[in-house]
T-cell receptor, first 113, second 114 residues
Framework: EAGVVQSPRYKIIEKKQPVAFWCNPI?????LYWYLQNLGQGPELLIR????????DSQLPKDRFSAERLKGVDSTLKIQPAELGDSAVYLC???????????FGQGTRLTVV | AQSVTQLGSHVSVSEGALVLLRCNYS??????LFWYVQYPNQGLQLLLK??????LVKGINGFEAEFKKSETSFHLTKPSAHMSDAAEYFC????????????FGKGNQVVVIP
């Protein structure tokens, strides 16, 4: 069974530019998460989807960040415009149901210069 | 809201010695508890989890953890460290019911000394 797939693995952009990350969860997993992980820190939840509905987005900086999960499968996280402080690893995870263990992708390492 | 405390960002252990990583949680209801491991440039991998039932939980790679409600703890142990155990370890807590947010601690970077 394929795991959670994220792309790209690495991204370097200049500040003020837009960037997008893509996530394909494990087949059949209804719950999808986007986490932000700063260096030396634990992951912090940005947004959680149940199917196509964003049920927990209180931590998402909505002035510059947006996310979508069309058709309740793949998801895209966008930053526009990017700032230097957005440099981090963005992790996507999925679980079959909200209360079950989450499986993580390898993450996208973003560097904003 | 649930939260997790992991003390000591870096933990050094000699090869063959006991690995002990401490995790304390706060939750208004009995939580689900998890330990994840992260190798360099990799995503997080589940080591073990506690949901209900037996409080001593065994996971992969010889790790185990014990849920102690009275101490609000879920410490991770391994009797004998191996070089391959060098990684970052995260404790996480999830509430039950309406709030299913999975909250992580800051992690412990484990260094194994030959």
């Amino acid at each position: 069974e394929a795991g959670v797939v994220q792309s790209p693995r690495y991204k370097i952009i200049e500040k003020k530019q837009p960037v997008a990350f893509w996530c394909n969860p494990i087949s059949g997993h209804n719950t999808l998460y986007w986490y932000l992980q700063n260096l030396g820190q634990g992951p912090e939840l940005l947004i959680r989807y149940e199917n196509e509905e964003a049920v927990d987005d209180s931590q998402l900086p909505k002035d510059r960040f947006s996310a979508e999960r069309l058709k309740g499968v793949d998801s895209t996280l966008k930053i526009q415009p990017a700032e230097l402080g957005d440099s981090a690893v963005y992790l996507c995870a999925s679980s079959r149901l909200a209360g079950e263990e989450a499986f993580f992708g390898q993450g996208t390492r973003l560097t904003v210069v | 809201a649930q939260s997790v405390t992991q003390l000591g960002s870096h933990v050094s252990v000699s090869e063959g010695a006991l690995v002990l990583l401490r995790c304390n949680y706060s939750s208004s209801v009995p939580p689900y508890l998890f330990w994840y491991v992260q190798y360099p440039n990799q995503g997080l991998q589940l080591l073990l989890k506690y949901t209900t039932g037996a409080t001593l939980v065994k996971g992969i790679n010889g790790f185990e953890a014990e849920f102690k409600k009275s101490e609000t703890s879920f410490h991770l142990t391994k009797p004998s460290a191996h070089m391959s155990d060098a990684a970052e370890y995260f404790c996480a807590v999830r509430g039950i019911g309406g709030n299913n947010r999975l909250a992580f601690g800051k992690g412990n970077q484990v260094v194994v000394i030959p």
